[in-house]
Every structure is written in C-alpha cells, then in structure tokens.
C-alpha cells in the first residue's frame, strides 16, 4: 500500500511539472508585428458589421456588471483553470480504482495534444490578433492594472501572441468533456465549467466567438474518439477481470 502510494504520488509531480510546460513550450510572435499577415485575412471576421464582432461586442460590452467584473478574472486564470484539471486528476489517480488510473493516464497526451495543436500549430499558422488588440472601445482585463478599454485611436500592444483558436477552450473542453464520458453522473458539471471558462475568454477581452468554438471543437475532435477508445480498452480489461466494472 505504501508503495502505491508512493507512485501515486510521483505520478501527480510529473504532471504538475508537465502542465506548465505544455502551456509555454509554444511561443508565437507579437499580434503587433504580423498587420500583414493576420490584418487582411481576417478583416471580414473582425469589422463591426461581422457576427463574430457583434458578439464578442454583446458579451464584452452589453453583458457587463460587477459580478462577472469579479468573478470572469478569476475563472479565466490559466493557473485556476490548471488547478481544476489537477485536482480532477488527482482525484482519479487516489481515488478513482484502476478505471480511474487508466482515464488519468489518458488525459496526459491528451491535454498535451490540445495544447500543443491549438497554441504549437493552429495559431502560427492562422496568425489571428485578438480583440483586445485590433478593437477600439473593447474592455480588457489587464491584470495587475485591472479592468481597461482599449483606445478608439491607437490600439495594439496589449497581449503578446495570436488569438486563433482558444487554447483555454480547447484545453478545459478536452479535460472536462473526456471525463464526463467516463463518469456520465459528472458529465452536466464537468461541461459547465468548460462553458464557464470558455464563455471568460471572450468577456475578458482576449479571445472573439469563433476563436472559442473553435478550441471547443478542437476539444470534442480529441476527445471523443479518445473516449472512444479508451472505454473499448477498459472494456476488455473488465472482461479479463483486471477492472471492476463497479468502480
């Protein structure tokens, strides 16, 4: 007993040590520097004619109040977001049987894959500056200097990397989803907080509607096929009696 627990433990000190760097090991270059290459390219997207505009305009904008001033920050931190996917983990790994364990080790390469798709390829490659970057008039939280809104004249240098897709939405959709197809009682919560730090990333000001579903998409795109897969497995593990269908 000691021994597992031991190893649990190690288990859970290599994905803390994992989950920072995968959210950093992919860098992409300042919005500011790429007018050429995201500017024209998503114009027709980020005009105020546009849907993606009036939307992101309808919940940055028209669907601010005090509560969601207080609340939206602190749900959007990634290092919150982190700790939601660790303890979920965590819990899986002490408590969660040998099932448990096996959905655990399959969120690894799975939160890996998510991040590194959505911010070490898709936004390098579609080059999307965010909101709070090419709107004027758009409310943006800063951080330390708290709630601002962007200048109507000279807008630009407020975040440092590309909008498309959301890694936030694609990381917390892939975790929360493939959990809640493996324990269907905690499918209705787990999606909940997925929509509700989704939902953060457009109201604090740093990500438009589309770049949202797209990481929620990216987000069912991965996990689903690896629930698919993974309850096929476990499936034959019960049949060999190394799980107990019960757990």
């Known amino acids: 007993m000691a021994k597992e627990r031991i190893r649990q433990t190690f288990l859970i000190f290599?994905?803390?040590?994992m989950l920072p760097a995968a959210s950093s090991s992919?860098?992409?270059?300042?919005?500011?520097?790429?007018?050429s290459l995201s500017g024209a390219a998503w114009h027709k997207f980020q005009?105020?004619?546009?849907y993606d505009t009036r939307i992101f305009r309808f919940i940055n904008t028209r669907l601010a109040n005090r509560a969601f001033d207080t609340v939206m920050p602190v749900i959007t931190?990634?290092?919150?977001?982190k700790i939601i996917i660790l303890l979920s983990w965590s819990a899986l790994v002490i408590f969660g049987g040998p099932k448990g364990k096996w959905a655990a080790l399959a969120l690894i390469p799975l939160l890996v894959a998510s991040d590194q798709i959505s911010?070490?390829?898709?936004?390098?490659?579609?080059?999307?500056s965010r909101p709070c970057e090419v709107l004027g008039g758009a409310r943006f939280w800063s951080g330390s200097s708290g709630w601002i809104t962007t200048s109507?004249?000279?807008?630009?240098?407020?975040?440092?990397?590309?909008?498309?897709?959301?890694g936030h939405a694609?990381?917390?959709?892939?975790?929360?989803?493939?959990?809640g197809l493996v324990y269907r009682k905690l499918l209705a919560p787990l999606l909940l907080i997925a929509a509700t730090v989704s939902f953060s990333r457009i109201y604090v000001g740093v990500h438009w509607p589309l770049d949202v579903a797209a990481g929620i998409t990216l987000g069912i795109i991965l996990s689903v096929p690896s629930y698919i897969i993974f309850s096929r497995l476990t499936k034959k593990k019960e049949d060999?009696?190394?799980?107990?269908?019960?757990?």
């Open 170 to 179: 694609a990381n917390i959709t892939t975790s929360m989803l493939f959990l």
């Open 240 to 247: 060999s009696g190394e799980i107990n269908p019960g757990q």
């Open 119 to 128: 911010s070490g390829i898709m936004k390098p490659l579609f080059q999307r």
């Open 26 to 35: 992919a860098p992409t270059p300042r919005a500011a520097d790429t007018d």
């Open 152 to 166: 109507f004249e000279a807008v630009r240098g407020y975040k440092s990397s590309f909008s498309f897709p959301s």
């Open 14 to 17: 290599i994905v803390l040590a």
């Open 47 to 50: 005009n105020e004619s546009s």
């Open 77 to 81: 931190d990634f290092d919150r977001s």
